[in-house]
């Protein structure tokens, strides 16, 4: 079961000669594209579902569970297919003097730059799209700061002055939360001593007594880290508490105003394939990759293990939108400069402790070593806690005596 993947991909490719490298070479991506695009395709239309019953789950409601196929309901899980017929045969409304090209091209950038991030991701121990990219963490980050690019698109086309408005918005956002999220890799890269995905992985292999894993998440300077990513995972792409990019309560639907139809649904499509590669991201740096949680549970497939944990991820992210409310852009901004920036910064320093006393040897140096790492958490914690709340002063109520 773990090389079947890449045994039916060698079985495809030795159909073709073997002087066609060519075509071989060309037979082995398209192959790959597809499976990506199939897997997280389906996995894109089964999530929004899964959100939406969710949701309503929390709200103490049923949520979709009336679309029915040949007389077959399962439950509501074909409402993503009947969505998908809506948004493609509604019509595609371009406002007048709205710049055609760019209205058209900004979906598809969206869609385009959250795929390219998909595409470094370590699936398993012998499946990956590209597998032998030495910087394939600065590719990631490289290919998801293009989706910016896509949002003004879509605000600067639409020849609405609030729809540019709201994404210069969105850009100020995503330019505030880049800087955090980049800040907790480096401490990865650091102690792994590589840019490449599949090496961060394979630093976090082995396990104590074939039961704790060596994931980075189970030290203290990666538990601040995996929080952190976590926040800005969730600014990143635009969920809730951090959705005022969309806040269809405030701003109508912000840089999405001037789209319908099918448009409209490419957006959200690359906001949830997003969301996959960020969570992908994050199971690498942080949660192991492929490895398996416990030593007994090798013979699980690495792959299934990535893919469940990437659908855990996200359904943490939708649990985070079914509790929180939506901040306002100055807490947001404030929130990401004046404590996540700072904190992972120092967070910088807790891992350069931890990798100088890597060499520390015997079970009191060892819980030395653990307690000095995680007191230093804690104080930046409370510091930095202390000096963010210091800008929201107490309110104070003036009662009138007339």
């Given at each position: ?90 019509e595609d409304i371009v406002p007048f003097g709205a ?300 009662v009138s005596e007339t």
């Amino acid at each position: 079961m773990e090389a079947l993947p890449a045994e039916i991909l060698n079985g495809l490719v030795n159909l073709l000669p073997t002087d066609a490298r060519w075509l071989r070479w060309l037979l082995a991506s398209g192959v790959t594209v597809a499976a990506i695009l199939s897997v997280f395709g389906l996995t894109f239309a089964f999530l929004t579902v899964t959100e939406r019953k969710l949701l309503g789950r929390f709200q103490n409601r049923y949520g979709p569970n009336r679309v029915r196929v040949f007389g077959v309901r399962l439950f509501g899980f074909f409402q993503p297919f009947a969505d998908a017929v809506k948004a493609i045969t509604k019509e595609d409304i371009v406002p007048f003097g709205a710049d055609r090209v760019l209205h058209f091209a900004a979906p598809v950038l969206m869609v385009a730059c959250s795929l390219l991030g998909l595409a470094v991701l370590p699936y398993g121990r012998e499946l990956s799209a590209l597998a032998g990219l030495d910087a394939a963490l600065l590719y990631f980050f490289a290919a998801g700061a293009a989706s910016e690019l896509a949002i003004f698109m879509a605000g600067w086309a639409g020849n609405n002055k609030y729809s540019l408005l709201s994404a210069l918005r969105a850009l100020a956002q995503l330019a505030s939360y880049e800087l955090p999220l980049l800040l907790v890799a480096v401490p990865v890269v650091m102690l792994s001593g590589t840019l490449s995905l599949t090496g961060i992985v394979e630093a976090q292999g082995g396990w104590t007594a074939g039961v704790l894993p060596h994931w980075n998440v189970f030290t203290p300077w990666g538990f601040a880290g995996a929080v952190i990513f976590h926040i800005t995972a969730l600014a990143e792409c635009n969920r809730c508490p951090f959705d005022l990019p969309e806040g269809e309560s405030e701003i109508i639907a912000g840089y999405l105003t001037e789209y319908s139809g099918f448009k409209y649904a490419l957006f959200f499509m690359g906001e949830y394939f997003g969301m996959a590669s960020l969570a992908g991201l994050g199971v690498t740096l942080f949660f192991g990759g492929w490895q398996a949680p416990c030593e007994f549970l090798t013979f699980i497939p690495s792959y299934l293990w990535f893919y469940l944990k990437i659908v855990v991820f996200i359904l943490s992210f939708m649990w985070v939108r079914a509790t929180l409310l939506r901040l306002r852009m100055d807490q947001l901004t404030r929130l990401a400069w004046k404590f996540l920036v700072p904190f992972a910064l120092s967070n910088l320093g807790v891992a350069l402790f931890w990798a100088r006393t890597a060499e520390w040897a015997g079970f009191p140096l060892q819980a030395a070593r653990w307690a000095l790492a995680a007191v230093c958490i804690v104080a930046l914690f409370l510091l930095f806690g202390r000096r963010f709340q210091k800008a929201f002063a107490p309110r104070q109520y003036v009662v009138s005596e007339t």
